[in-house]
């Protein structure tokens, strides 16, 4: 039975008894988009956004991993180097639906200081597992864009005015990047719990089919919010583990994304391609390749912060990549001296890593015939990136005792 259901049973109960208590309840994260800061127009790839933004609604469709009867967003201004205004807000259960607007503190719009987040007061609103919502915000001043989700995977659309109450958006543009909303927390049955994926573009769904949830990460949450829990997806495409990337390092973000978010019990990281990718390349022509020890240090660190917070984690072993990105600005992504490292850093998660457990995505995804390049079935094309039936295959095969004994407590902060 889904969330909505379970939550109308309980209506029912309620009338035909006239005194039946209502269930507990607590907040779980049930949806995330990292922030990331906005880059100049000289990096490698375009924003995808306009510079700035005034009198325009933005409306983004997210689909939640649990439901339930009330919800709350979370609004960034992560990486603002001025106060963000925020007009107004809603929420529809889905695309068509009215929506209904959200507040802060009792008023319909909030002001949000440089480098920090904002969330709504608690909205009224029931949702079942797996349900997409959407969330509109109205920027009545100009408004420059300094933080953002670059590879959100889902469209996005801009209005003229404020349309945050209209069923249905007159829209004047779109985009694949997300902006200003960075999480969504459900209220749902007291014993509901929340899964962080932590990693890269492979984690955020880069080539994954639009529009369509086909990241792993997504795949992950189907299986799981039957048992009463959410897969949250905190990889930022082009992150790393021990340097910024297109996104704060994961050892600078990992509070944020992993510690802070509600209801958490375990986390999953798979970071550690674009340490070993980046370094000769356009994206750091110039930069160190990492070394083993540093890599193993950076897991550590965030294995031993999890654990200070009761929050079980796993890691992930590194996809191969041979032939990644061929015929672009870095088709030399690939070399065999990283692939060597990639090797020696997997030996090492399978036989002597700090994780509870680990997750074998290499011998899930590597060609047998040939395991330094990814097989074709789960290949996107780029070599680098799985595709739908890998992600699939990825979600597949996680072990969901290992990463959810039943004595694993929920921590909420």
Known sequence: MNTLARLTATALLATAGGAAAAPPTTWVASWQASPQPVWDAGFLFPTL?????????????????????????????AYGRQPLRISAASVAAGAGRPPLPLSFDGHSDTLIAPGKERLSDPLALATADLQAVQVSVYLAERTPLQT????????????????????????????????????????????????????????????ASLDRDQRWTDHLAARLAPQGVAVVNAGISGGRLLRDGMGEAALSRFQRDVLDQSGVASVIVLLGTNDIGWPGTAFARTEPAPTLAELQAGYLALVERAHARGVRVLGATLPPFEGALPGTALDDYYQPDKDALRRRLNDWLRQDSPFDAVIDLDAVLRDPADPSRMAAAFDSGDHLHPGDAGN?????????????????PVTTP
């Open 148 to 207: 953002f989700h670059w590879d959100g995977r889902q469209t996005a659309s801009f209005a003229a005015g404020d349309q945050t109450l209209a069923p249905a958006l007159t829209a004047t543009a779109t985009t694949t990047a997300r902006l200003f909303v960075s999480g969504i927390d459900v209220e749902s049955r007291a014993d509901a719990r929340s899964v962080v994926v932590i990693g890269d573009s492979i984690t955020d769904g880069a080539t």
């Open 49 to 77: 956004i306009p510079g700035h933004l005034e009198a325009q609604t933005v409306r983004q469709t997210a689909r939640l991993g649990l439901g339930g009867g009330k919800l709350r967003v979370r609004l960034s201004n």
């Open 392 to 408: 699939r295959a990825m979600a597949d095969a996680v072990d969901l005792q290992a990463l959810l004994p039943r004595q694993v």
